[in-house]
């Protein structure tokens, strides 16, 4: 037990001596120091021409703000590390507002971009081909830079125009003096006229006529007008002259009381071959030679067909039904002309007939 306590306090005395103190604190020491060297970072924060160092041991370098009296690193800011371990290198980039009108409203953009393209790109805003903008894609921007883009749009724009239909008046003994009947109801056309339109901001600034085509023509309304007029396209009037009463001062024969139709066709050719037209009349050949001239009246007057050509036959005319059909320009007008009683007068004969009127 003596010998115990014996060596008990000749450790405490040799623990609280000098010889063992002094290199514990030595050790100590050293191992705080190397710690503390290992584990700080030197970090330079450069901001525009403004350089700042400090030392830290925190693993963010960014805490290194802190021991500045820089400001700290905003929502809108951006930081770059350009260093390595143990040293940092935070160079930071102030945002600024700049303002952008464009779609209809002005935004505040905070950006540190320096050129307008990398806005516009950094915000998702794209230019159309023909936009207006009022500052270059590469200009550098500013605080408090206002810019204005205008949408521009180029587009062909057809409008639409009703043709008004004309009205035709057509002379006619077909009705009685005064009276009217539409032979051709008149339509209205359409009229397509193409622009090139630009509009700045979805209004309207400039308007140029490309083109003007006419998609449905109008179609012209003829109204038959009783007036006593002849009915037949021609006119020998110069060589078959007629008196103070309508009835031709010269001819070769006249035939009272002969019965008159009228026809229409849809490929108007005679038995002739000559063409049909209002003024031809089909006849029995032998009785009248086609290409015989005559002129074909009432005996009152009231219904003149006019000079004519015979050129055309039918079965009525070889059944002896009737004497004479009368050609018209469509179908209403033959169908006005019914069944006539007139006089023809030969005014000219294109060959000797070979048989005589028909008696009834």
């Given at each position: 037990?003596?010998?115990?306590?014996?060596?008990?306090?000749?450790?405490?005395?040799?623990?609280?001596?000098?010889?063992?103190?002094?290199?514990?604190?030595?050790?100590?020491?050293?191992?705080?120091?190397?710690?503390?060297?290992?584990?700080?970072?030197?970090?330079?924060?450069?901001?525009?021409?403004?350089?700042?160092?400090?030392?830290?041991?925190?693993?963010?370098?960014?805490?290194?703000?802190?021991?500045?009296?820089?400001?700290?690193?905003?929502?809108?800011?951006?930081?770059?590390?350009?260093?390595?371990?143990?040293?940092?290198?935070?160079?930071?980039?102030?945002?600024?507002?700049?303002y952008l009108t464009v779609d209809?409203?002005?935004?505040?953009?905070?950006?540190?971009?320096?050129?307008?393209?990398?806005?516009?790109?950094?915000?998702?805003?794209?230019?159309?081909?023909?936009?207006?903008?009022?500052?270059?894609?590469r200009t550098m921007l500013s605080?408090?830079?206002?810019?204005?883009?205008?949408?521009?749009?180029?587009?062909?724009?057809?409008?639409?125009?009703?043709?008004?239909?004309?009205?035709?008046?057509?002379?006619?003994?077909?009705?009685?003096?005064?009276?009217?009947?539409?032979?051709?109801?008149?339509?209205?056309?359409?009229?397509?006229?193409?622009?090139?339109?630009?509009?700045?901001?979805?209004?309207?600034?400039?308007?140029?006529?490309?083109?003007?085509?006419?998609?449905?023509?109008?179609?012209?309304?003829?109204?038959?007008?009783?007036?006593?007029?002849?009915?037949?396209?021609?006119?020998?009037?110069?060589?078959?002259?007629?008196?103070?009463?309508?009835?031709?001062?010269?001819?070769?024969?006249?035939?009272?009381?002969?019965?008159?139709?009228?026809?229409?066709?849809?490929?108007?050719?005679?038995?002739?071959?000559?063409?049909?037209?209002?003024?031809?009349?089909?006849?029995?050949?032998?009785?009248?030679?086609?290409?015989?001239?005559?002129?074909?009246?009432?005996?009152?007057?009231?219904?003149?067909?006019?000079?004519?050509?015979?050129?055309?036959?039918?079965?009525?005319?070889?059944?002896?039904?009737?004497?004479?059909?009368?050609?018209?320009?469509?179908?209403?007008?033959?169908?006005?002309?019914?069944?006539r009683i007139v006089d023809i007068?030969?005014?000219?004969?294109?060959?000797?007939?070979?048989?005589?009127?028909?008696?009834?």
């Amino acid at each position: 037990m003596t010998t115990a306590k014996r060596l008990f306090f000749s450790a405490c005395r040799y623990l609280a001596s000098r010889s063992f103190c002094y290199p514990v604190f030595l050790a100590a020491v050293t191992a705080v120091l190397t710690y503390t060297v290992m584990n700080t970072s030197a970090v330079v924060i450069v901001e525009g021409a403004r350089q700042d160092l400090v030392y830290t041991t925190n693993s963010q370098a960014t805490q290194a703000f802190s021991l500045t009296n820089i400001d700290p690193i905003g929502r809108y800011d951006t930081l770059q590390d350009t260093g390595v371990e143990g040293y940092h290198l935070l160079d930071v980039e102030r945002a600024f507002p700049v303002y952008l009108t464009v779609d209809g409203g002005t935004r505040r953009i905070m950006t540190t971009e320096i050129t307008l393209d990398k806005l516009l790109s950094e915000n998702h805003i794209q230019l159309g081909e023909h936009d207006r903008i009022d500052a270059n894609l590469r200009t550098m921007l500013s605080q408090g830079e206002h810019i204005t883009i205008q949408r521009v749009e180029q587009n062909l724009v057809q409008k639409t125009n009703p043709i008004p239909f004309t009205v035709r008046n057509k002379s006619t003994s077909l009705l009685k003096n005064g009276r009217t009947r539409i032979l051709q109801e008149g339509k209205t056309g359409v009229e397509v006229h193409t622009f090139s339109e630009t509009t700045v901001d979805g209004i309207v600034q400039d308007r140029e006529l490309l083109a003007t085509d006419i998609a449905v023509r109008p179609t012209e309304q003829v109204v038959l007008v009783g007036d006593g007029s002849a009915i037949s396209n021609f006119d020998f009037s110069d060589q078959y002259p007629l008196d103070a009463n309508g009835v031709p001062l010269k001819y070769e024969a006249v035939f009272h009381n002969q019965v008159a139709t009228g026809y229409w066709a849809r490929n108007p050719i005679g038995a002739s071959r000559m063409r049909c037209e209002a003024g031809t009349a089909a006849v029995r050949s032998s009785q009248f030679p086609y290409g015989t001239k005559l002129y074909v009246r009432t005996a009152d007057g009231g219904f003149i067909y006019g000079y004519t050509v015979t050129n055309d036959t039918g079965v009525g005319l070889m059944q002896n039904i009737i004497d004479i059909d009368l050609y018209y320009e469509s179908y209403l007008e033959s169908a006005l002309n019914g069944r006539r009683i007139v006089d023809i007068y030969v005014l000219e004969y294109s060959e000797k007939p070979t048989s005589g009127a028909v008696r009834r």
